[in-house]
């Protein structure tokens, strides 16, 4: 759930995210099949940070994509590997009150953690911050 309340569904096998109001009423979705960065193919978790950025855990490409609020894709991190900041099929993610990023990596026994960084309240940046 985001701050106002919003509560956003991983629909893992229609490539999609569903966001839903607190009451249940359905608001909008976003995503599609594909490819290319900003696709959406086997989202495994998602978080949002503090700035209500989406975050999601892409298991079919190995990354972390994020969009705004509104679904549009920003940027993406990871790649498929065993190195710091590469993932092997990322499992689920979460972000804590301090925009910490950790993102569940299991096949390699580890979970990555990251920090989000607003820069100007307008601009991503994100610095790996720790490994196994």
Do not use: C
């Not at 689920?92 to 299991?106: E, H, K, L, N, Q």
Request: no cysteine; hydrophobic share 40%.
């Amino acid at each position: 759930m985001d701050r106002e309340g919003r509560l956003y569904v991983n629909d893992t096998l229609n490539f999609r995210i569903q966001v839903f109001s607190a009451e249940g009423k359905f608001l909008r979705q976003f995503g599609t099949a594909g490819d290319g960065s900003g696709n959406i193919n086997r989202p495994k978790g998602l978080a949002i940070d503090s700035d209500s950025h989406i975050h999601i855990a892409e298991a079919l490409f190995s990354t972390v994509q994020i969009f705004d609020a509104q679904g549009n894709f920003l940027l993406n991190f990871g790649a498929a590997g065993s190195a710091r900041g590469e993932f092997y099929i990322p499992a689920g993610i979460a972000i804590d009150p301090a925009d910490r990023i950790y993102v569940a990596d299991p096949f390699q026994q580890r979970v990555q953690i990251f920090q989000y960084r607003a820069e100007a309240r307008t601009q991503a940046r994100l610095v790996e911050g720790g490994g196994r």
